[in-house]
């Protein structure tokens, strides 16, 4: 299927490398315009530039979005150069696992910070421009576990919860604006969360033979690929999908118990 994004502008958080990256080559090469926001400059400046000739026009915006000001700063001096956001993907986070009984208040709040606060932020500041347009997707990038949670996954849990919580609260209220807000539950994807995993692990052992026994778990005996999230991601911000708010679509080859 070809989903058309031309003359769309999105903008994607932590899309310097893995998943983000993934996302940021798909929306452009549907010929969306990309506004990447990720920390270290040095890794979203060669994102960039790998991915600037993939169709839309794609820019990097050095950013720690969990520092308020400056990503309200960040953020509107890119929809101001490119005139509005129609699609925003809140993408960043990190996987944090600690024991219930070793979690702190402060671990808590730097994932809700993260993942929660700083997609709330970024759907305040885009929403005036899509609304007035009576055109706008946003897409939550959460975890599986945020509906069957793991050992040790409470304090990722809790934050992937609540933003399931929060795009089925968004969807509702913005339908009458044609503003399209879902979420979607990674599973197992090949990206460099799994890469750092396996380098600290088992660094012998090839990448794909680490990779093997874990993904037996999976219905379809595999890891994904970024790219095949990304399509997910994609189809949701494209026309083709102007039918579907307020759901979390699970992107995992069918390991999560919960639909």
């Given at each position: 299927?070809?989903?058309?994004?031309?003359?769309?502008?999105?903008?994607?958080?932590?899309?310097?490398e893995g998943?983000?990256?993934?996302?940021?080559?798909?929306?452009?090469?549907?010929?969306a315009?990309v506004i990447?926001?990720?920390?270290?400059e040095?890794?979203?400046?060669?994102?960039?530039?790998?991915?600037?000739?993939?169709?839309?026009?794609?820019?990097?915006?050095p950013c720690?979005?969990?520092?308020?000001p400056?990503?309200e700063?960040?953020?509107k001096?890119a929809?101001?150069?490119?005139g509005?956001?129609?699609?925003?993907?809140?993408?960043?986070?990190?996987?944090?696992?600690?024991?219930?009984?070793?979690?702190?208040?402060?671990?808590?709040?730097?994932?809700?910070?993260?993942?929660?606060f700083?997609?709330?932020?970024l759907?305040q500041?885009?929403?005036?421009?899509?609304?007035?347009?009576?055109w706008?997707?946003?897409?939550?990038?959460?975890?599986a576990?945020?509906?069957?949670?793991?050992p040790?996954?409470?304090?990722?849990?809790l934050s992937?919860?609540?933003?399931?919580?929060l795009?089925?609260?968004?969807?509702?209220e913005?339908?009458?604006?044609?503003?399209?807000?879902?979420?979607?539950?990674?599973?197992?994807?090949?990206?460099?969360?799994w890469?750092?995993?396996?380098?600290?692990?088992?660094?012998?052992?090839?990448?794909e033979d680490?990779?093997?026994?874990?993904?037996k778990?999976?219905?379809?005996?595999?890891?994904?690929?970024?790219?095949?999230?990304?399509?997910?991601v994609?189809?949701?911000?494209?026309?083709?999908?102007?039918?579907i708010?307020?759901?979390?679509?699970?992107?995992?080859?069918?390991?999560?118990?919960?639909?």
């Amino acid at each position: 299927m070809h989903l058309d994004l031309s003359g769309r502008t999105a903008l994607v958080t932590g899309g310097s490398e893995g998943l983000g990256k993934a996302i940021a080559a798909r929306l452009s090469q549907s010929g969306a315009n990309v506004i990447i926001l990720a920390r270290r400059e040095e890794v979203l400046e060669k994102a960039v530039a790998e991915l600037a000739t993939g169709g839309g026009r794609v820019v990097g915006r050095p950013c720690d979005i969990t520092d308020q000001p400056k990503l309200e700063q960040v953020a509107k001096a890119a929809i101001d150069e490119f005139g509005g956001v129609d699609i925003l993907v809140n993408n960043a986070g990190s996987s944090f696992r600690r024991p219930f009984e070793e979690m702190t208040r402060e671990d808590m709040i730097a994932d809700m910070d993260l993942k929660l606060f700083a997609a709330v932020r970024l759907g305040q500041l885009v929403l005036p421009y899509m609304k007035s347009r009576r055109w706008g997707r946003i897409i939550n990038v959460v975890s599986a576990r945020a509906k069957a949670p793991g050992p040790a996954s409470g304090p990722t849990t809790l934050s992937r919860s609540a933003g399931i919580t929060l795009t089925k609260a968004m969807a509702n209220e913005l339908a009458p604006h044609n503003v399209l807000v879902n979420a979607l539950c990674v599973g197992v994807i090949k990206s460099g969360q799994w890469e750092r995993r396996h380098a600290k692990a088992a660094p012998d052992v090839p990448y794909e033979d680490y990779l093997k026994p874990l993904a037996k778990e999976v219905p379809l005996g595999r890891f994904g690929e970024a790219e095949e999230f990304a399509n997910a991601v994609c189809f949701l911000a494209s026309d083709a999908a102007s039918y579907i708010t307020g759901t979390a679509i699970n992107v995992d080859g069918g390991l999560c118990p919960v639909t």
